[in-house]
């Protein structure tokens, strides 16, 4: 039997899918470009509202290395509140 998703459910499983893949290799993409102030901008589509910046764009892209890793940890911290602590979550490596 088909039962559909109400909202609330889908967030949480996008939520609980970022967290099988903390502690494991991923590959992003991510769009950089030079802003008009000089700077190189990044960002990462998949993850709404990761951006960052750099004076160089290999500065960008260590920049938004590092605010992909924040920004999972949000969301891992998010997940846990949601759960309200009455399920244990685990990494299952496959």
């Known amino acids: 039997m088909y039962v559909p998703l109400v909202y609330n459910q889908v967030r949480e499983y996008q939520r609980?899918?970022?967290?099988?893949?903390?502690?494991?290799?991923?590959?992003?993409?991510?769009?950089?470009?030079?802003?008009?102030?000089?700077?190189?901008?990044?960002?990462?589509?998949?993850?709404?509202?990761?951006?960052?910046?750099g004076k160089s764009e290999q500065e960008a892209l260590d920049n938004i290395k590092e605010a992909i890793e924040g920004w999972l940890e949000v969301e891992e911290e998010k997940v846990g509140k949601a759960l309200h602590g009455a399920t244990s979550i685990h990494s299952v490596k496959i």
């Open 16 to 53: 609980a899918r970022v967290l099988y893949w903390k502690g494991t290799s991923m590959v992003l993409k991510v769009i950089v470009k030079k802003g008009e102030a000089g700077y190189y901008v990044a960002r990462c589509p998949a993850l709404k509202g990761c951006w960052s910046q």
